[in-house]
Each structure stands twice: as C-alpha cells, then as structure tokens.
C-alpha cells in the first residue's frame, strides 16, 4: 500500500509571511500533483510534476519535485487570506491510480 | 455548467438503510473515480473506472459497497446497510486518458453522508 504523508498538518500564518508544506513517500511516484481543496468543495489541481528535481512556479507558489521522485514541496511567498485552505498532494504510482496524503490545513490570518 | 455533478448533495439516514449517490461527469472523460473524505482527512481512494469497466477497487472497500458504470457515462455508487461509519463526504472525479502518466481530476461538489 502506497502511502503518503504531510507536513505540517495544521499551519496559521500572518498574512504575509512565507511558508513551506511537504510531502513523502517511501514509494517511488509516477508523478506528483498539488490540489486545492475549500470547505464545501472538491480539490481543485494546483500542478503536476513529473521530472525528478523539477521545480514550478504558479505566481507565488513554487512547488518542487525531489530528484528520487518520492517527496515534493509547496513554497508559498507572502502568503494572503486567499490562500487559505487544505493543501492536498496526490500520488500516482505506476499505474493510473491517485493516492492523496491527509493534507496541510492552512489558515493566513489578516 | 459542464463540470462534474453529484447528487444528491446531502443524505442523511439511518444505520441499517441503503442509499446511492450518482456522479455525471464530464461528458468526453473516459475515467471516473470515487473517493470518500473524513472531516479533516484527504481523500481516500475507492475505485476507478475507464469507461464502463471497473478497473481497480480499494482492498478497504466492503462488500456493502458497490458501485457501476453501466454506459460508461454516469456512475452510481450504493452503500448497503449504512453504518455510523459510513459517515463521510463521497466525492466524484472524472479525467481524460490521453496516453500520458496523468491526467487532472476534476471533482465534483461532493455528496455528504450522515448515518443516525
């Protein structure tokens, strides 16, 4: 069974400040991607990444895949209310199977 | 809209009934998936399905649980005998096969399961 794990769990922040979340596995990814998910609503896609050691930038959030493929991060700068919510990431492993870890629930404080 | 659509939203029943939740998804994606989410969990998988054929089922999915595909468009999911830890928010996704690794999923809003 292909697991998945996040970090930090919960994280509150000032707006403004910069943060780091993380995900891991012991298993080897296909690909990786970076969902979205607000109270109420299904997970949105934030990116895919597929390269080991690839990094992309979406506006203010960098996201990098570990050169192993089995761990990737979330790097938000000047972090903003908007950005609250829970940060997913899921894993695909080989097959076409999505494999989500427990999330980072972040909450960006005015 | 032409996204994913669940319903029905909300159900709530008691322990020992059976209730099904349908998914629409998007009309030219052949694969379709359903997950189930715990309140402050991430989504955990329960199967999948490129077009009609059901391609993978979770091992934790119990027999209670069934769930089809019959034209390869919408999909029904059933839970038999409900349990209080059926509990959950049952969501819906749907996505392109298109010979890559991966494709987006595209959720719905979800169906929210409350078991008395």
């Known amino acids: 069974t292909q697991l998945l794990e996040q970090s930090p769990q919960f994280l509150s922040i000032q707006e403004g400040e910069n943060l780091t979340v993380y995900c891991n596995s012991s298993?080897?990814?296909?690909?990786l991607q970076w969902y979205r998910q607000e109270p109420g609503e299904g997970p949105v896609l934030l990116v895919t990444?597929?390269?080991?050691?690839e990094v992309k930038k979406l506006k203010r959030l960098t996201f990098q895949f570990g050169d192993a493929r089995k761990d990737s991060s979330l790097h938000i700068t000047a972090a903003q209310p908007g950005d609250t919510g829970l940060y997913l990431c899921?894993?695909?492993?080989?097959?076409?199977?999505?494999?989500f870890g427990p999330g980072t629930r972040l909450s960006v404080l005015p | 809209d032409t996204g994913v659509s669940q319903n029905p939203r909300h159900k709530i029943t008691k322990r020992g009934q059976n209730v099904t939740f349908r998914c629409d998804p998007i009309s030219e994606h052949n694969r379709l998936y359903w997950y189930r989410q715990t309140l402050g969990q991430g989504p955990e998988f329960l199967t999948y399905f490129q077009n009609e054929a059901q391609l993978e089922k979770s091992r934790l999915l119990s027999d209670r649980f069934s769930a089809e595909r019959p034209k390869g468009s919408f999909s029904t999911l059933e839970i038999q005998r409900t349990e209080q830890g059926d509990s959950a928010m049952y969501l819906c996704?749907?996505?392109?096969?298109?010979?890559?690794?991966?494709?987006?999923?595209?959720f719905g809003e979800g169906s929210r399961l409350t078991v008395l």
């Open positions: 899921a894993g695909v492993f080989g097959g076409q199977n999505f494999v």
């Open positions: 996704a749907s996505s392109q096969l298109a010979g890559a690794l991966t494709g987006e999923l595209f």
């Open positions: 990444v597929v390269t080991g050691g």
């Open positions: 298993s080897v990814f296909s690909s």
